[in-house]
């Protein structure tokens, strides 16, 4: 019995040696028990040497040379690029933005070419990051600041709506009669119903009509859209716009420019409003693409996000309106500046306001109203129909003509044959008195011109009535002189 009793206080001074030594030392006793020793008490550094498991705690402060996820928020006016992704052997955002990350020590180099790694690894976070981004990215690119997420955050799957701004001139919405120039200025009137025909695009609806690829049955085709503004008009240089914003939860390809493309063929009088309801049904609707000229993604909203991991105390909610200023002021000097030179100096609305007239909208081609924007390629068909029936009637008139001429010609010709009979007649009767004298006079030997190509038989058949003749004669007048000379010779 005293032998297992030795064993068993063995195995336990073997296991846990501080147990024994508990009642001889108070401070293992606390650190058996896990109490907190008082302030006065006297530690021993070599009786305390042993290390213990603590719980990690995630702390969000400054943390310079570690690695963490942020969300960056990067102002670009795309002219000149060929898209944001990388594409090799042409320019794009990320091709100038990823070099520049490597150069501050933000992401490793191999990184750069193989950009997938990155959504798995975290940028480092370098003194004065922003600072020295912009300074190597160039002016059309900038970055404006960025916010700590969590490691699971993904910028496009926890987006849950979109805004896009438009930039507009006014003149797009003038009366298709109403003749436009860089003074035009929008009555409220239009204004008003330019806002009108806007909302009707809000709410739940099957885009398909403005899109390309998709059809009426398809999933991907219902669309919600959130909500469509117009603001107020304003002037830059001497030329009025309208901005217009639309939030979205999701947008297809050339989805915001067909809704505005339809909202300027609506206002300007080319279709009526009812093109809109037939947008939502199966049928195939020729909706209108605006220009891209003036099309900016404003903002991205994270309003999920926000609400579950924004107000957890430990991560901040992606909110960018501290950067407001910023981002208004890279959008003033790169983007809005350049929408405004561009549109006076290549009339991008103004010649695409032209197109209208080549959309039949919910029409069927070659159909509808004779109103000055029907199809052109109707005009064109009724022009040349017209065309084609006063060449067939022009014709007709000229055979008509012709016919005359020919009877007309031919009356002539039989009345010249008969004078000529006449006068070789009368030469051979009187051929006997051929050896008197007689003077030629002018009056005889003259003949009416108004006969033509035969005034040189006539004039020779005068000739010989009054005396010989040495001019060669027609073969009709031939059997005449024979008959005179064979007198002359008797």
């Known amino acids: 019995m ?3 009793v030795c064993n068993f206080l063995h195995q336990i001074k073997r296991l846990n040696p501080a147990a024994l030594a508990m009642a001889e030392s108070e401070k293992a006793q606390t650190d058996l028990l896990g109490k907190r020793p008082a302030e006065n008490d006297v530690t021993d550094d070599s009786k305390t040497n042993k290390k213990k498991k603590k719980k990690h705690v995630v702390q969000l402060g400054k943390s310079e040379g ?11 006016n795309g002219a000149g690029y060929y898209g944001v992704q990388v594409n090799p052997g042409f320019p794009t955002i990320e091709s100038e933005f990823f070099p520049a990350l490597v150069k501050v020590g933000a992401i490793p180099e191999d990184h750069a070419t193989t950009p997938s790694k990155m959504w ?3 940028a480092v976070l370098v003194p004065d990051f922003v600072k020295k981004l912009n300074e190597i990215l160039p002016p059309a690119i900038q970055v404006i600041g960025y916010i700590r997420t969590t490691n699971g955050f993904d910028s496009k799957n926890f987006c ?11 003149f797009a919405f003038a009366p298709i009669e109403k003749f436009i120039t860089d003074e035009y200025r929008v009555t409220a009137q239009i204004i008003e119903q330019a806002r009108k025909i806007l909302t009707r695009f809000e709410g739940t609806h099957k885009f398909h009509n403005f899109t390309s690829g998709v059809k009426f049955e398809q999933a991907c085709a219902s669309r919600y859209i959130i909500k469509f503004e117009c603001s107020d008009p304003f002037v830059r240089d001497g030329l009025e716009f309208v901005t217009l914003k639309v ?10 420019r067909k809704m505005i493309g339809l909202t300027i063929a609506i206002v300007r009088g080319y279709c009526g409003e009812k093109v809109i309801d037939s947008c939502w049904g199966p049928e195939k609707v020729d909706v209108p693409k605006a220009p891209g000229l003036g099309l900016v993604l404003e903002q991205l909203h994270f309003d999920g996000y926000n609400k579950k991991f924004g107000c957890d105390g430990v991560h901040e909610p992606i909110d960018w309106s501290q950067y407001e200023e910023t981002v208004e002021k890279f959008k003033e000097e790169q983007i809005i500046s350049q929408i405004v030179a561009k549109e006076k ?27 000055p924007w029907v199809p052109v390629t109707k005009m064109l068909a009724e022009k040349k129909d017209q065309t084609a029936v006063e060449k067939e009637s022009t ?5 008509r003509d012709d016919e005359s001429s020919t009877k007309r010609d031919e009356t002539i010709a039989g009345n010249k044959r008969s004078d000529q009979s006449s006068a070789t007649t009368t030469t051979i009767d009187t051929g006997p008195e051929l050896d008197m004298p007689v003077r030629t006079d002018e009056s005889t030997v003259a003949v009416d011109s108004s006969q033509g190509n035969d005034i040189g038989s006539a004039t020779c058949n005068a000739a010989i009535a009054h005396g010989p003749c040495n001019e060669t004669l027609p073969v009709t007048n031939l059997k005449a002189c024979e008959t005179v000379d064979k007198q002359e010779n008797s």
């Open 120 to 122: 798995f690894q975290r």
């Open 66 to 76: 570690f690695k963490r996820k942020i969300a960056l928020l990067i102002a670009y």
């Open 247 to 256: 939030k979205g939860q999701s947008f297809m390809l050339h989805h915001i």
């Open 395 to 399: 014709a007709k008139e000229s055979i």
């Open 2 to 4: 005293l032998q297992r």
């Open 160 to 170: 849950c709506a979109r805004t896009y701004m438009y930039m507009l001139p006014t």
């Open 345 to 371: 100096e290549e009339r991008v609305t103004f010649e695409w306001l032209r197109t209208l007239q080549f959309h039949n909208f919910d029409t069927p081609r070659l159909e509808g109203p004779q109103k």
